[in-house]
């Protein structure tokens, strides 16, 4: 399916342009005096004890104010997704303001407890944000990899009579400094990527600097490299018409060589700077003198700034004339602070009108003090002419823009696969697990799209892609198979296909499964996003697994070989931090099963736990599972011994809630054993080596640290807020356990991930785990040199509890 096959767009006819075309300037005018005042009034005018300040706001807004108008008032389809850049957003919440879908109150209380948020957020603001920005980069990139999800919903013709939208990024020039950019750029290449467009405010500004020269030049090369069509909008319709004046080529050949720096010197200091300047070089060009002459001070102000970016009627051209679904950048020339006093100040990022300058700003925008928030105070055409115009811009006509997806039906529980009484990996469990999956077919597995950057393989997704094929907008064969060579894999892709395989970005795989798991309310079909990746390499793309559950996208991340149990693979792949890393992300559910069968329930209840979203009715476990989230899974290439048991509903509860006695304590019980993961056989062999010398040990299965933490402290604070409710889960498991006992935790993983259990009833603790990283060896020789071996465990045990010696320790000497 191409743009070409899409319904047409209503276009305005020509005749109305000119008219609409005074409505617009008006609409810039009023955002761009909403959006500063919003700032102003944050700043000044609330009598706020803590002096709330706001910087770096003013000058980067108005910098989009014309793009933003152009886009939003016009050239926007309610299809069409936008990620707008972080300091643009009082210019985004000033729109919204106009439409109807912003509040005064939220305006007021800008960056405030509540109020409209200094970076547009899909989940902290109430207006229509399509995509969350604020750590720079990622918003641009977030719209190429939505586009890719949206051609992934159209190609399985779901809902062909939904319109296809463009995804529009509003990018700062200094965004293009992060490498994520050019990783999702190098993605959108391989997978053709098409309906993207990046509006890049080429302000060369930054927050710090003025960017270098000739940056633009750059970009540019970047772009068409990338299969990008490029649209520069250098300037304006007045500085065109004026180089059609004589000595007109001369003042373009000027702006054209003049340093960024020297340009937003001049633009700062305005027209008679600017008449200085130029008298002065071009001394002796009468032609150049005389078109400099036949302007005022105001005028040749306006005309040295009417850059790309602030022509309305050349922005709508431009955009109006893209007839193609290739991805476009537009480089539009701008200035940073246009219209304010602070236009061009290398300092103006943080920079704020001062309050005399807020009143000549105010009295040049016809504001009466007292109606600052009237939408349309001051407007210089009829208000009714605006109204009637708003309610005829197409992006806002269709109301509500965000979809809601039916939930898929998830079975009861998964069946575990059988290990036949073989030592198991979770890991070879995940793949069997998926492949049963892929296998048994029905709605949920329809609906299942795997992902990986280049480890798919690796991570035991081979069955499931085997199944369920590779996609791909067009048919690719696997020549592999075609030519008749034997592969393990099926490498065939085609449009049918549910794995979507990524370059070795990781910033990438977790963009996709923010996109893909923001499927159902951006495209209107549910998605169900699994993806996988080692997990030491969850660092490397932190920053996006964060924006991704920041806005509230649903997905499962499944992490593959973990720890140093991977041992032979490489010291440089042995990940220490990711368990806290689980603990510490909100939205992020954090797993770390032993067994398989643990595992079967985790993936099982994960499928439905991604679909919630806060409709159902709260379950009494403290953890606030009925608002749904994502979920990490950190397995292990480990192969184990399996118990042969079956998983009772209570068993299951147990594994969700966080873990479960695997030997529950005795009642002289002086130790316990907490185990979370691959070490479950040390802890095992261990608690069997320190039986002899101390009674009735326990070992407790920790399948979750995350949730048993959460639960404990939702617990602490509703009981402080004066709530009623029953013990957390780890306060019923751990009270199992004699005060006088002493707790040895342990794990493949940072120990303060199970050190705070002994918070919980005071219990003494000594906490193993893996602090330093980087050995290579077998399995055993790694436990034994970071201590999370059986003797290891036992020597804790001996530490924690004092008491007799336990023997086994003294044979070994
Ligand atoms: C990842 C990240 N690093 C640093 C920042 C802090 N920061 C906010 S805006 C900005 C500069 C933005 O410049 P540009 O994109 O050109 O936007 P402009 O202010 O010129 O409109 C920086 C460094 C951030 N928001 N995100
Ligand atoms: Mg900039």
Not at 743 to 769: E, N
Request: net charge negative; charged share 25%.
């Amino acid at each position: 399916m191409t743009a070409a096959d899409d319904p047409p767009i209503a276009r305005p006819t020509p005749d109305a342009a000119g008219d609409d075309l005074a409505i617009l300037a008006e609409l810039e005018r009023r955002i761009l005096w909403l959006a500063t005042w919003t700032i102003h009034n944050a700043n000044h005018n609330r009598d706020k004890p803590d002096g709330l300040k706001v910087g770096g706001h003013q000058a980067s807004s108005a910098s989009l104010a014309t793009i933003m108008t152009a886009l939003y008032f016009r050239v926007l389809r309610p299809e069409d997704r936008v990620a707008v850049k972080p300091h643009a957003s009082p210019v985004f919440h000033a729109i919204q303001y106009l439409f109807g879908l912003q509040t005064r109150d939220k305006l007021e209380r800008f960056r405030g407890f509540g109020g409209a948020q200094s970076y547009p957020s899909r989940t902290k603001d109430g207006d229509d944000v399509d995509f969350s920005t604020g750590s720079v980069g990622l918003g641009a990139a977030i719209t190429s990899i939505a586009s890719l999800v949206q051609d992934y919903v159209r190609a399985k013709d779901w809902s062909p009579d939904r319109p296809e939208g463009r995804m529009i990024a509003l990018v700062g020039d200094a965004e293009l400094d992060e490498g994520n950019v050019f990783e999702a750029l190098l993605e959108g290449w391989k997978q053709g990527l098409r309906n993207t467009w990046w509006v890049i405010d080429y302000n060369r500004q930054s927050l710090d600097a003025v960017i270098r020269e000739g940056l633009y030049g750059r970009f540019e090369e970047v772009f068409r490299a990338m299969g990008w069509d490029v649209v520069v909008l250098k300037y304006g319709h007045l500085l065109q018409a004026a180089f059609a004046e004589p000595g007109g080529e001369r003042l373009r050949q000027w702006i054209d060589d003049c340093p960024n720096q020297l340009y937003s010197a001049l633009t700062f200091q305005g027209g008679a700077a600017w008449r200085r300047r130029l008298e002065a070089d071009f001394k002796g060009d009468n032609e150049l003198l005389d078109l400099v002459g036949r302007r005022d001070d105001v005028e040749l102000a306006r005309l040295m700034t009417n850059l790309g970016g602030h022509d309305l009627p050349g922005l709508i051209e431009a955009f109006e004339s893209i007839d193609h679904d290739r991805p476009v950048c537009f480089l539009a020339y701008t200035i940073k602070g246009y219209g304010l006093p602070l236009a061009g100040h290398k300092d103006n990022h943080a920079g704020l009108l001062t309050p005399d300058q807020m009143l000549t700003f105010r009295d040049a925008q016809g504001v009466r003090e007292g109606h600052e928030w009237e939408p349309f105070e001051g407007v210089r055409l009829p208000e009714d002419r605006l109204r009637a115009f708003l309610e005829r811009v197409p992006f806002a006509a269709a109301g509500g823009r965000r979809f809601q997806a039916a939930r898929l039906p998830v079975p009861a529980a998964l069946p575990a696969p059988d290990p036949r009484g073989k030592p198991m990996s979770t890991q070879e469990g995940f793949g069997k697990l998926l492949d049963q999956l892929a296998k048994d077919g029905g709605p949920l597995a329809e609906r299942v799209v795997t992902t990986s950057p280049d480890v798919t393989v690796s991570t035991n997704l081979g069955p499931w892609v085997n199944r369920r094929g590779l996609f791909a907008r067009s048919q690719m064969a696997d020549v592999f198979r075609t030519e008749n060579v034997a592969s393990m894999q099926k490498w065939g892709m085609d449009p049918q296909g549910q794995h979507i395989e990524l370059g070795i970005a990781e910033m990438n795989l977790f963009l996709l499964l923010g996109a893909i798991g923001l499927s159902h309310s951006l495209f209107g079909e549910r998605l169900i996003p699994v993806g996988t990746l080692y997990d030491p390499f969850i660092q490397r793309g932190l920053d996006a697994l964060n924006y991704a559950c920041y806005q509230d996208a649903r997905f499962i991340l499944v992490a593959t070989p973990s720890g140093v149990t991977l041992a032979p693979e490489g010291g440089a792949h042995q990940s220490i931090g990711t368990p806290l890393i689980g603990m510490a992300q909100d939205g992020l559910a954090a797993f770390e099963p032993a067994f398989v069968d643990e595992l079967a329930a985790i993936l099982g209840w994960s499928f439905d736990y991604l679909q919630r979203d806060g409709t159902d009715r709260p379950e009494d476990t403290w953890l606030r599972d009925e608002t749904g989230g994502s979920v990490y899974l950190r397995l292990s290439t480990r192969p184990v011994e399996q118990p042969s048991r079956t998983v009772d509903p209570a068993l299951r509860r147990a594994i969700l809630a966080g873990g479960y006695w695997l030997r529950p304590p005795g009642p002289n019980c002086d130790v316990v054993i907490a185990y979370t993961g691959a070490v479950a056989p040390e802890a095992i062999q261990a608690a069997g080596l320190i039986a002899e010398d101390r009674r009735d040990v326990g070992v407790l299965a920790v399948t979750s640290a995350d949730r048993l933490n959460a639960g404990w402290t939702a617990a602490q604070r509703a009981r402080e807020r004066g709530h009623e409710g029953g013990p957390a889960h780890v306060e019923g498991l751990l009270a199992e356990i004699p005060s006088h006992a002493g707790l040895v935790t342990v794990l493949d993983g940072h120990p303060a991930t199970l050190a705070w259990l002994g918070g919980v009833h005071g219990h003494r603790v000594r906490a193993l785990g893996v602090e330093h990283f980087g050995q290579t060896g077998t399995i055993q020789d790694l436990y034994r040199h970071y201590g999370i071996d059986a003797d290891g465990i036992a020597r804790a045990a001996q530490s924690v509890v004092p008491g007799r010696p336990i023997r086994h320790l003294s044979a070994l000497g």
